[in-house]
């Protein structure tokens, strides 16, 4: 029947999503590391991977949640979440090409809010919970991240200015592998619950499941699986911006940046106020190179950022409407959608092997990148 | 529109205390253990400033330093579980 094809696509979809999310991600807690050699380019993304896997498994709070707030839920169907899915990747996968690090809950809050405007009309989208849950963190997620990483840089520096350099710099090698590890952790106990709580709603929606219920362990362990094999993958473009391209990083800034990233995302995630990890993560490294040199950071990269963060939700909220429109005339617009989706998702993969950044090149950056000065904004 | 100022507040104010201590700690531990790789180098260029501090002591402060890193990473593990 119809309802059960649309809801294997979206399960298949949301995985692809979620696959998406983790190597988008990989950056936010391995960039630094990669880019001060505390880890091998490939035992970085394979500790993350694994750590990806295991946070899947920690919680499943945030999957529980998920549903409530941006949209009304009982106006929504598996046709407009799978065309909100097709919104978020498709940005998550430009953004890549691009190696900007705009997060992937964004794409996928504006890929599901585009695709409801369409299908149920603006009484079915919350706007003030979405300037609460979604505008409001994305400008305090950077800020509070780079205030913090930069006073914790500074300290760094000035603590250990006397002390023997080597000490100091295999001190905070070794600190940096754990630091990282929390922020991969971190992020998969947040991240694969946005795919497990999507699937399981839509399993809910279309009676497969009682409402209310939590998600299978199939869910769980593919939604962990699909981010885990993403984050092996690794978002090398990404990882390569933020690594390389906002300010060269030492030890002392790549640990102050991680251990920073990872408290404020444990802290907001336990606390109440959900802040974004790429914006975390981004804005703790921006902090981390003005912590010791505010000159040496590269504003022109972060006006960029800033402009694709802006851009993110209202991009993949287009992306969302359109699918939305044409999935909804029915099962042949939801082929035409999913085939259109994968032929334009080969399309960047083959426009990305005519500059590929890969474990090998990552770190190789001709070293001060002329940026143009101020992003077109 | 209702924001939640108060628990943006917490969640700042936890974790600048959180992300500050840890870095700190860290720092002073290797500081402390600085004093025991200067008091081994033999022959090295002598600024002829003396050791900040001695090595045991050193080792002493940098250990304290690092099981309290370690008491903040278990909680932080038991909070991301829990």
Known sequence: MDLSLIVVAVVVTALVFDFT??????????????????????????????????????????????????????????????????????????TWLLGLPSSSSHALFGGLIGATLVAAGTGAVQFGAVFTKVVLPAVISPILAGVIAMLATYLAYRTTARADDGTVKKGFKAGQILSASMVALAHGTNDAQKTMGVITLTLITAGALPTGSGPPFWVIFSAGLAIALGTYIGGWRIIRTLGKRVSEIETPQGFAAETSAAT??????????????TQVATGAIFGAGAGKRAAGVQWGVAGRMALAWIVTLPAAAAVGAVAAWVASRGTAGTIVVAVVAIALAAGIYAASR???????????????????????? | MKIDWASLGTVALVSLAVSVAVVALVSFALVGLSARARANAVGGPDDGAPPPMNPALGTAVSGVCLLAVAAIVVYGLYVIVA
């Open chain 1, 354 to 377: 005519r500059n590929p950044v890969t474990a090998d090149n990552v770190n190789d950056v001709p070293s001060p990148a002329p940026v143009p000065a101020g992003a077109p904004a």
């Open chain 1, 21 to 94: 999310n983790g190597f988008h991600d990989t950056a936010n807690a391995m960039a630094t590391s990669i880019a001060t050699k505390a880890m091998s380019p490939k035992v970085a993304v394979t500790v993350a991977g694994a750590l990806n896997l295991v946070g899947a498994f920690l919680s499943v709070e945030v999957a529980r949640t998920i549903s409530s707030g941006l949209v009304d839920e009982t106006r929504i169907s598996p046709v407009v979440i799978f065309a909100g899915l097709v919104g978020a990747i498709m940005w998550n996968l430009l």
């Open chain 1, 264 to 277: 404020i995302i444990l802290a907001s995630s336990h606390l109440g106020f959900a802040l974004s990890t």
